[in-house]
């Protein structure tokens, strides 16, 4: 039991484990009440592929659009994919020789979360995006699936001029979190949402830092913020970086 | 240095285990591979052993231990074809 009790702590570290708990508390209260912990990331886009030719001629993205079949098989609510739509999301799928294994989505113009009542405001429209819902179908994740797609959606992005995708993670996914940091990702600020029914409190490291809403027409606007390090650091290529004889 | 060896090598070096690694366990339930590194695992085989691997050949079933990555090391050197 006591064990159980100490395991956020030990998995999140004390903070974290703690706003865990306290939304695990919440939760079991009423389910209209959360408390939501998010990391904001920006993660550079690498001029090289992550993978070889051979590989990544294998996986190939396409653009989809409202009523293209894949969509019913995505795991978010009909209502949700409808809205992102609305908000000029572009949903990229991939495919595995024509096989459907997964997607991502961006928004080149700012992001509405859907999750709280929040838009990210990207710093530099011109070359950055946000990136969400990343989902790759559990029969393909330990095979080419994330880094396929990232690394198809690196060579889409770049084809647009775009050098910095933002992203928000809720911070318990510990698993997101490791991932987004071997592309070189790194946290820009850190967001806490209060949801108590109706009203939401947000408590962010970026601009406005505060706010509250009491209807849904009030949304957070964070502005992120571009970090002064040089995009484009990411580990590329993944081939021959490890290549290591081991005699 | 035995092949079963230079893969021991490399698990240990790239992910920093230190535990017993036995040809039978199971590398992603153990979570001593990720969705992310299993790839990069996969290009190093290849490099290593000089064998030109399939995108459909990179699943749990030819990458998740040891022995299965020999397996599937033999099978591409003709002894044999998994899955």
């Not at chain 1, 708990?21 to 919440?26: E, P, T």
Request: glycine share 6%; charged share 25%.
């Amino acid at each position: 039991m006591l064990a159980r009790m100490l395991s956020p702590f030990e998995e999140f570290g004390p903070s974290a484990g703690a706003i865990y708990c306290a939304d695990r508390i919440l939760q079991r209260l009423s389910p209209k009440l959360r408390l939501y912990f998010y990391e904001l990331l920006e993660q550079p886009i690498p001029e090289e592929p992550l993978l070889p030719p051979r590989l990544a001629k294998c996986l190939e993205l396409r653009e989809i659009h409202a009523g293209a079949p894949e969509l019913a098989r995505m795991p978010a609510r009909p209502d949700i994919k409808a809205s992102r739509f609305r908000q000029e999301a572009i949903c990229l799928a991939a495919f595995l020789k024509d096989e459907f294994v997964g997607h991502i989505w961006f928004c080149f113009r700012g992001y509405q979360e859907d999750e709280v009542r929040c838009t990210f405001l990207l710093p530099d429209e011109k070359h950055s995006v946000f990136d969400f819902d990343l989902y790759v179908f559990p029969e393909h994740r330990l095979g080419l699936g994330f880094v396929g797609i990232w690394n198809a959606a690196n060579a889409f992005l770049r084809s647009r001029g775009v050098h910095r995708s933002y992203s928000r993670l809720t911070r318990f996914n510990l698993a997101s979190r490791q991932a987004h940091r071997r592309l070189g990702a790194r946290c820009i600020g850190r967001m806490l949402v209060l949801q108590l029914g109706k009203a939401e409190f947000t408590l962010a490291t970026l601009p406005p830092y505060v706010h509250v809403s009491l209807s849904d027409r009030d949304r957070a606007q964070l502005k992120l913020r571009a970090s002064r390090n040089v995009p484009g650091q990411a580990r590329g290529r993944l081939v021959g970086q490890h290549a290591r004889s081991g005699n | 240095m035995s092949e079963l060896q230079i893969l021991s090598d490399y698990i240990r070096s790239e992910t920093g285990y230190e535990g017993e690694l036995s040809p039978e366990l199971d590398l992603l339930e153990k979570h001593i591979l990720d969705s992310f590194n299993i790839v990069q695992w996969a290009m190093f085989i290849q490099e290593q052993f000089k064998i030109d691997l399939e995108a459909e050949e990179l699943v749990r079933q030819n990458l998740s231990s040891l022995s299965r990555v020999m397996a599937l090391i033999d099978s591409k050197r003709g002894q044999g074809k998994p899955n």
